[in-house]
């Protein structure tokens, strides 16, 4: 298959920078995939009409020869002739990268998703969840990752999941590795027990409060 032609280190690479290069693949291994595809000649309202779609897009992405990529979503629009041109995902979109065991060691899931080409930007919306390589989890409403800017944010809701506690917080920025990251407007730090324990308790509660200068910034180990 056409994943075999590239010969790119992806071992340390965080889940964001395993994102970009698993769709990119999957452009170049189009014309051999199984997946529906309509293609579309656009005669009007070309930020309305969709140039690509492709439905039931499942493919297993290859490295050096080993499986290492999973990308999964019900429905794939490219709208290549818009003022600006993006892709759309509007039922999903899911993607993970495995280890040499086909164990998954990072992943990125979202209700619907949006790529804006000449941006570089994309918006991932709707019960977001990344798992990182750290073994850390964010959950979130909304979620951006400029690549040109090489940067993940988010102004809302983020919840992120360590392995002996959880931090919350309203706002978040961080590299595109997920490694080293700012939450803002603090709700809280309390351990992963206490959450498991009771799981109505709520941050403001029952945990610690703090503003954003004390956890202004967290770098993962």
């Known amino acids: 298959m056409i994943g075999n032609r590239f010969h790119c280190k992806t071992e340390n690479m965080g889940i964001t ?20 595809k309509e293609v ?6 070309p930020d309305k009409t969709y ?3 492709a439905t039931d897009v499942s493919s297993l992405i290859s490295d050096s020869g080993i499986t290492r990529y999973r990308l999964k979503a019900k429905e794939w629009q490219i709208y290549g002739k818009a003022a600006e041109p993006h892709w759309y995902f509007p039922e999903g979109i899911y993607v993970e990268k495995f280890d040499t065991l086909f164990q998954t060691e990072a992943s990125i899931k979202a209700d619907t998703a949006y790529y804006y080409d000449k941006k570089g930007l994309w918006e991932l919306i709707g019960n977001v969840e990344v798992e990182s390589l750290q073994g850390e989890h964010f959950e979130t409403s909304q979620l951006f ?3 040109k800017q090489e940067k993940v944010y988010s102004d809302k809701f983020m919840r992120i999941e ?4 959880i931090i919350t917080g309203i706002g978040f920025e961080s590299n595109q590795d997920m490694t080293q990251y700012k939450i803002f ?6 351990p992963v027990s206490d959450a498991l324990a009771d ?8 945990s610690a409060r ?3 200068s004390q956890i202004d910034s967290i770098k993962s180990n």
């Open 17 to 36: 920078t395993t994102f970009v290069v698993v769709v990119m693949l999957l452009l170049f291994s189009a014309s051999c995939s199984k997946e529906h």
């Open 210 to 212: 703090g503003d954003v």
């Open 185 to 190: 407007n603090s709700q809280g730090i309390f």
């Open 51 to 53: 140039t690509m779609k």
């Open 145 to 147: 990752w400029d690549q």
């Open 40 to 45: 579309v000649d656009v005669e009007f309202d």
């Open 199 to 206: 799981t109505t308790r709520t941050v403001q509660g029952d």
């Open 162 to 165: 360590q392995e002996d506690k």
